[in-house]
């Protein structure tokens, strides 16, 4: 059975690491500068890796809160997930990203966290996508 289509986003960028990305409806609508730790002069502006923090942790957290509420676990709003995404430098001489995915999720026993934090590592699309082929660790706080 094929996959069916529920979204689709576009967005497209202009000039790499030092350009400008717009997404189709015009809500992402930002520079891209070079952070001053890859070699760049910073300044007012995102980069790929602040995108992709942002979009796994929010979708991570989605998922989370679909198997709370499939496993009838209650999650508190004030739960988050925090998104750590690093440029890594590869023996090879090329480069990968590593993510490290933090989980908070209060009042909640570390053992009933931990284990719907793996359940949502589980299905959320990003980690479908990624596992195999990127470093991901999932901490609970």
Not at 8 to 21: D, I, M, N, Q
Not at 89 to 105: E, F, N
């Amino acid at each position: 059975m094929a996959n069916q289509p529920l979204y689709t986003a576009v967005a497209t960028s202009h000039g790499g690491r030092e350009g400008h990305v717009r997404s189709s409806d015009g809500i992402i609508d930002m520079d891209v500068k070079m952070p001053k730790e890859l070699g760049g002069a910073g300044g007012k502006g995102t980069n790929p890796e602040q995108l992709f923090a942002a979009g796994y942790a929010a979708c991570f957290e989605g998922a989370l809160r679909l198997v709370a509420r499939l496993q009838k676990k209650n999650v508190p709003p004030s739960a988050t997930i925090t998104n750590h995404v690093t440029l890594n430098k590869t023996d090879a001489g090329g480069y990968a990203i590593s993510v490290v995915l933090h989980a908070k999720i209060p009042d909640m026993p570390r053992s009933e966290a931990e284990a719907l934090v793996n359940a949502a590592h589980q299905v959320c699309p990003y980690s479908v996508a990624t596992r195999g082929n990127i470093d991901v660790k999932l901490v609970v706080d």
